[in-house]
């Protein structure tokens, strides 16, 4: 395979938006249809012509010969909030090719929020106290237009977020003031070019909420084209009903449903994504759904008391009172303090964890799923995070796509750019096309593979050749760029983009 080479380079500070041509590359457009050969021709911000290959001049020629191009991939479930923030360079996601994220999952978001102390679990999962300097919507698309992240940033609002602006105790039930005041805080962050809301009912902090809660909520959506995402109640043997909920919830809003990763967790339920994939399909002839995942057959958070199991191995990546715990089972911790699981786990909290629950069947059914899109759901503050964080995309090209043949590769790339970018409404993304944003992936499809494991988290992937984020590349040849040119995505009718 040859690589890309980039001939004109910059020095100032200035996002450069030259007009270049991707020469002879296999074009993958992201819509799901085969791919052809063709040249690609990028002109400031967009793509300006698509030709046969050979056809297209510029002083800027960069080889694609051998190399796929694909739109730059759009992680759907991110928890990204503050890092794109901190860390605007956002290497872990840029290395795979991923030039979106979407934030604000699981109910829990950056904005809007006012702490007036240590975030509650799990939004500590986004950062400490001091990260949440957000009180408004407005004020975090401000803070990332003013940081331009490497990536693009589209975010949503969480749930949990909202009741810990309005209520002083999570763990109960909203009453209709502070149900009035989330709703009337959620319409001022749409209003302002949010996505829509995430809920993380399986968490001890909105567990407590009411369907009639989240509903209340849900049907502030519609009037702005808003969506909702949840990770649901439960994902374990009561799953179906938790479904039930979010559709139910979904269809009261007159909203799109999206389930975040959905799974089956727990040894007792491996095999049942037949049922779910089958319910979900039967509801996506009554109203609109989807839904995401990753890659893996282990899931990642922060510890908790519920999924503490003798069925599967939990891993422990941190932990606030017993530091030197992390990097260790569970088990083995236990077993050295001469106690239960569940002791060992209350000694650890707060804590994260690495839950090795899924069964490798179920990942692949659902990710086969026609409605599924690829979201990472790693975390950036984990010191020992889940590989997914660094290795999610490639992962499903090289050993999903490539070596399983569990889908072709413009399925692959499908899931990962032109569905994501349709179900959640991001205008002129995820497809490349004349007039489209360019947001572009070259890679060598023989050899891109992830190198991140469970041992060793933190590895960039192989085969990702150079990356371009709006026009401008941002990643190439296992290095970053001099230029970031990421920007805050609004919801689509906010803005033309």
Known sequence: MTAARQVVKTADETPARLTQVIRDVLLVDGTGKAGYRADVMIQGEKVAAIAPPN????????DGRGLVLAPGFIDVHTHDDTNVIRDPDMLCKISQGITTVIVGNCGISASPVTLAAAPPDPMNLL??????????????????????????????????????????????????????????????????????????????????????EVKALVSELAEFNGIYTTHMRTEFDEILAAMEEAFSTAEHGKVPLIISHLK??????????????????????????????YPYSASSS????????????????????????AGRLLAEIANDWQVDLLTAAKRLQPAGAVYHGLHPDDVKRVLSYPRTMVGSDGLPNDPHPHPRLWGAFPRVLGHYCREQNLFDLPTAIHK????????????????????????????????????????????AAHGVVQVWVNGVCAYQNKQLTAQRAGRFLPRADVSSQ
């Open 55 to 62: 056809s297209l001049v510029s002083d800027d020629v960069i």
């Open 127 to 212: 950062g400490e106290q001091a990260d949440f300097q957000y009180p408004q919507f407005a004020d975090y698309v401000t803070a990332v237009q003013k940081a331009q992240p490497r990536v693009n940033v589209a975010a949503l609002v969480g749930h949990t977020a909202l009741r810990n602006n309005h209520m002083t105790d999570l763990y109960q039930t909203a009453n209709q003031q502070q149900i009035d005041a989330m709703r009337q805080q959620l319409r001022q962050a749409m209003a302002q070019g949010a996505l829509g809301l995430s809920s993380g009912l399986a968490y001890a902090s909105a567990n407590q909420a009411s369907t009639d």
């Open 264 to 293: 089956c967790a727990g040894a007792a339920n491996w095999g049942r994504t037949v049922e779910t994939l089958a319910y979900l399909e039967h509801q996506a002839s009554q109203q609109k759904v989807a839904c995401d995942c």
């Open 302 to 325: 922060t510890l908790d008391l519920k999924q503490v199991t003798t069925d599967f191995d939990i891993f422990i990546t941190w932990s606030d009172p017993e530091p030197h715990q």
């Open 416 to 459: 990962m750019t032109g569905l994501s970018a349709q179900e959640f409404g991001l205008n002129q993304r995820g497809v490349i096309e004349v007039g489209h944003f360019a947001d572009l992936v070259l890679f060598d499809a023989d050899t891109i593979a992830d190198q991140a494991t469970f041992a060793e988290p933190i590895q």
